[in-house]
């Protein structure tokens, strides 16, 4: 898990290139662990748009009376080396038979595409970017340098003037790699560390030693480029509070301009989650009981305060930024808002009306098909796979997106874009979120503005403001 975005999200760090963890109903109770949502609606909400009466539209018209003067950008690549435990991003292990030179062929027609269906009736200029995965620098040096080629003469991104940020791994972090990221314009990399502590790299099922990390923030830090995020993750089986801690000082002895802290979920057809089913055929107890969330908020609680303590202030449930740390560009690389163009398999595109992707699968085998897939196709001129943004989901997405964050909404921004009240819109939203303390009452009239506690549990108030086609299409999918 890596952070590119923010929901925010980016880094799905973990992320991102990353969604929900599959939450399908409505919440129960006050569970703190629901649903992690850094995007809505979530792509197990998608459906194959050759299925929906208006069939598979042509980029073309959809780009066709979009603002395009500050475009996203967004290359996704699904290569790992490994898989870790925790991990269901659309990734798969390794890459044979010249699989990622196929597929950035099949990147560059994409990309090639859909410039063309951006058009020139007026100047496409993109305000951010970020290559996410998977993990990007699985890529050699050279292919990495072709990347950026695609995003710089196929889409016509100026990677050097505008924020770009990348995700790695502490394996794939090689001095020649991150050579061609600090010259092509790199500002900010993320660092998927998840715990300093091997045996609890272990329990997690990732393969790494600290002194293997340690040396890749030592050459990610030669490399001079400027923001720095490590990723870190609570909630590990038999990690303590010291455990913890001793995560946070050593990640905070490199002074990563943000640090990302992520609760751990046990998600379906994972590797912890085929461990966590045969563990409950054997009578073991549930691995999302009370117990585990009461540990994972000390843990969260404990993180929170260190870092605030120690010069960081909280962008929302899951970022943190060095107070002192150089600006991250526009959004903070969020990937929410309109006008992001996705390319790769794994990437989501967001118009105003149609979000879209391809097919979406956690199960290997099912993600190897899709990349084949992706890479025999000469024809990407139309959208394959996606969900249409209606008025009221406009309104949610917006609402959603900006109370996760710790600034908070302003009403005013909200009525100006929409006419209407957040308030009035979401009465019965609004009013659980205050019943339980999640909403920070001294923020006066002029801030919806979650408190403290509100933070501590975003992944229960996310999922509340799910509508109900959206929580019936993700309850209707079948996991793959």
Known sequence: MT?????????????????????????TGTRPYQSYVYAYPHKTAYRPLGD????????????????KDALSLYLHIPFCEVRCGFCNLFTRIGAPDELTTRYLDALDRQATAVRDALGDDEPVR??????????????TAGELERLCDIAEKRMGADLRSVPLSVETSPSTATADRLTVLADRGTTRISIGVQSFVD?????AVRPQHRSEVEAALGRIRDARIPVLNIDLIYG???????????????????????????????????????????????????????????????????GRDHLLARGYEQVSMRMFRRVDAPPAGPGDHA?????????????????????????????????????????????????????YVDEDEARRRHLLQSLLQADGLAPAEYRARFGTDPGSDFPAELALFAGRGWLDDSAGPGLLRLSPEGLAHSDALGPELFSPAVRAAMAAYERK
């Open 52 to 67: 929906h009466p208006a069939g598979r539209p042509l980029l073309s018209r959809l780009w066709a009376g979009e603002r």
């Open 199 to 203: 045996d609890e790299a272990r329990a």
């Open 3 to 27: 952070s590119t975005t923010t929901a925010t999200t980016g880094t799905d760090p973990a992320t991102t290139t990353a969604g929900t963890t599959g939450t399908t109903a409505a919440t």
């Open 236 to 302: 590990i089986d038999g990690q303590t509070e010291e455990s913890w801690h001793t995560s946070l000082e050593a990640a905070l002895a490199w002074r990563p301009e943000e640090l990302y802290l992520y609760p751990l979920y046990v998600r379906p057809l994972t590797g912890l989650g085929r461990l966590g089913d045969a563990a409950r055929t054997t009578g073991a107890p549930d691995s999302a009981d009370s117990a585990w969330d009461g540990q994972r908020l000390r843990l969260y609680r404990a």
């Open 335 to 387: 990937c929410q808002t309109d006008g992001m163009i996705g390319l790769g398999c794994g990437a989501r595109s967001y118009t105003s009306s149609l979000h879209y992707s391809f097919d979406y699968a956690v199960e290997m085998r099912e993600i190897r098909g899709i990349i084949d897939g992706f890479t025999a196709t000469q024809d990407f001129s139309r959208a394959e796979v996606g969900r």
């Open 126 to 139: 993109f305000a951010a970017a970020a290559f996410g995965g998977g993990t990007p620098t699985f890529l």
